[in-house]
């Protein structure tokens, strides 16, 4: 839980360049496909395997908690933008 913790305030801090509140313009809502945790959630699998074949013990927990809501984020929010650039690409109706 703890590792868990650790990244979701990286990823704050990272993603807002401070730990202060932000109001943030509304974003559009995300397609079927930006929604399909798909690349994330094979990537989190991906990443616990890994970690649990190279690390024992106390330690591999923090990793994993760490490893997995980091990479989950991260892609998840990767796929968003991929999505939202490729919907832009597209003729208006």
Known sequence: MLGAVAAFVLLEAAAQGSLASQA???DRPPSIWGNAH???AGATLCAVWAILRLVDGSLAWGLVGFA???I???VTAAQRVVTAALQ???PPR
Do not use: E, K, L, N
């Open 24 to 26: 943030t313009p509304r």
């Open 38 to 40: 798909i690349p994330s």
């Open 68 to 70: 997995v809501t980091a």
């Open 72 to 74: 989950y984020f991260v």
């Open 88 to 90: 832009d690409r597209r």
